[in-house]
């Protein structure tokens, strides 16, 4: 999931060949305040930096930005990541959209490492939003021209945005930690539902080859007592892998990990995208026994959340990662 090749940020002809009025930049690189930290990883593998802008919130809670350097015909990257408050910065992200717009920014191209809304993709009964839709219209009205995502809900939401979608996996660089750490045990890799299924087989295929389970009724995963009927597949003394695109109350994880090890797993390890990890998740996840929660770093998990056994893989590694 790195850029292969650094986009240069000027044409590199010189000041004395140039046509007059004519625009030489190439690549900019925006970010929102939510990431920090992601930020400056990716801006550090691009060899650019983040752009300066100026940004405050208004006493009735709107948003203002405005960046400090001119962006006329530029090819824009804009990430930003909808962490809590969502709605707020999905906001956020629309209106440094529509600045750029507004700007005459060349192309915009938005990094969104968590797309917010993706699990409401379809209408299960009337009367029902397919919110995940919205969203991709309201990047096209901001002005969006592009989206690079990571590890959707549903691959198919791609077809809700008109414009060309990049849709990376965080699955190679989840399943590489956990072949590398657990390369000596029998794995079995776990479906919390009949949904999770498909993604269930990728995670075999990446890591060897390995055999499959999964729960068949995700309501099981909530019972006091763990109903080890509705698991389907040998988990007895494997190591299980519990996989899912991402944690957020955790009572799946956990739910799957009491079922698992009433049927006799000799460990779990829990593996998901985004770690959203809302209200006591990660209190849960720590006492839950499982071995190591795996996730990525497509939305900031702040220190109060940081437990003993969970494990970050940045998505943004390192010149000198083996990812």
Request: glycine share 8%.
């Amino acid at each position: 999931m790195r850029a292969a090749t650094p986009t240069p940020i000027a044409t590199g002809v010189a000041p004395g060949n140039r046509l007059p009025g004519e625009v030489t930049k190439r690549l900019m690189f925006f970010a929102g305040g939510a990431h920090p930290a992601l930020a400056q990883h990716i801006a550090d593998e691009l060899g650019a930096s983040v752009t300066p802008q100026t940004a405050h919130t208004f006493a009735n809670g709107e948003t203002f930005v405005r960046f400090d350097k001119s962006v006329r015909g530029c090819d824009a990257f804009v990430l930003h990541t909808a962490t809590g408050p969502l709605n707020t910065a999905l906001m956020e992200q629309l209106i440094m959209i529509d600045a750029l717009k507004r700007a005459s920014a060349k192309r915009i191209t938005v990094i969104w490492p968590f797309y917010p809304y993706a699990r409401q993709d379809k209408k299960h009964r009337g009367r029902e939003p397919i919110s995940a839709r919205l969203v991709a219209d309201l990047l096209t009205t901001a002005g969006a021209h592009r989206i690079i995502t990571v590890d959707l809900h549903t691959p198919q939401a791609q077809g809700f945005f008109d414009g060309p979608v990049d849709h990376l996996l965080a699955q190679p660089l989840l399943a590489e930690h956990v072949r590398r750490r657990y390369q000596d045990s029998a794995i079995t890799v776990v479906a919390p539902d009949a949904g999770r299924v498909k993604l269930a087989e990728t995670w075999a295929d990446l890591l060897g080859g390995q055999p499959i389970a999964f729960i068949q009724h995700r309501k099981s995963l909530h019972a006091e007592h763990p109903d080890t009927g509705q698991l389907v597949g040998d988990v007895a003394n494997r190591l299980c892998v519990v996989v899912d695109d991402m944690i957020d109350t955790a009572t799946t994880m956990v739910g799957a990990a009491r079922l698992l090890n009433a049927a006799g797993a000799a460990g779990v390890i829990a593996a998901a995208t985004h770690g959203v990890l809302s209200g006591n998740a990660a209190a849960r996840l720590s006492s839950s026994g499982i071995r190591e929660v795996v996730l990525t770093d497509t939305l900031p998990i702040p220190d109060d959340k940081h437990f003993t056994q969970l494990s970050v893989q940045s998505i943004a590694p390192p010149a000198d990662s083996r990812y």
